[in-house]
């Protein structure tokens, strides 16, 4: 039974650490996604990108990518979002974790 114990030791940090790693990797995707699609890491600096590029007024002509751009900073910049996306890598407590998330980074002005 000794001979096992360092094999079943290897196994159980391998898996540890493959554990650790995926939570890490969905929670980074999860912030590089927020960080590469709410422009200036707030909505009213995305919004402000957006109006800068197509405009403050709606015309025919930048409809299209005013609405876009405005929707995807509603999407991008929403911490409930951002939040559910970092509790991918929850193992337990999920929903807790959710609204801890959501109630520190709002006090915060994250994402504001």
Do not use: H, W
């Not at 196994?11 to 493959?18: D, N, P, T």
């Amino acid at each position: 039974m000794t001979r096992f114990l360092p094999f079943f030791l290897a196994i159980a940090l391998l898996g540890f650490l493959s554990c650790n790693s995926g939570e890490r990797d969905i929670k980074g995707n999860a912030l590089a996604t927020f960080y590469a699609n709410c422009t200036g890491g707030s909505y009213p600096a995305c919004k402000n990108a957006c109006e800068n590029k197509y405009g403050t007024t709606v015309t025919t002509t930048n409809l299209a990518g005013l609405n876009t751009c405005l929707s995807g900073c509603n999407t991008s910049c929403n911490i409930s979002t951002l939040c559910f996306q970092l509790s991918q890598s929850c193992k337990s407590d999920c929903d807790n974790y959710l609204n801890t998330c959501v109630l520190v980074l709002g006090a915060s002005g994250f994402g504001q």
